[in-house]
Nanobody, 123 residues
């Protein structure tokens, strides 16, 4: 019933991998830039990764660069976040977001949000 639904979170040990998925019920999904953000209690929501409407460009926070990969399959209305070499500091609730405008790292620029999926990385 919500426009974006995340899945794929869970508990993994340090060094492990997870693939997060976000399925959108939005019309014209291919016209939206998509992003992934994460948040912990008492902290601001922080940018993780983003991808342009056509998948032509991707952007990553330095903390995940080289470990995480964002991708999308517009025919499936789905965006993915492949997370490798996970570390305890990656523990957070992960949210996907959709924005009608250009890709930014600012959560205020996104129009739709999922309810999040929990990722816990044990040391």
């Amino acid at each position: 019933q919500v426009p974006l639904v995340e899945s794929g979170g869970g508990l993994v040990q340090a060094g492990g991998s997870l693939r997060l998925s976000c399925v959108a019920s939005l019309r014209t999904f291919s016209t939206y830039a998509m992003g992934w953000f994460r948040q912990n209690p008492g902290k601001d929501r922080e940018f993780v990764a983003a991808i342009t409407w056509d998948g032509g460009s991707t952007y990553y926070d330095d903390s995940v660069k080289g470990r995480f990969t964002i991708s999308r399959v517009n025919a499936k209305n789905t965006v993915y976040l492949q997370m490798n070499s996970l570390q305890p500091e990656d523990t957070a609730v992960y949210y996907c977001a959709a924005g009608k405008r250009v890709v930014t790292t600012n959560p205020a620029d996104y129009d739709y949000w999922g309810h999040g999926t929990q990722v816990i990385v044990s040391s």
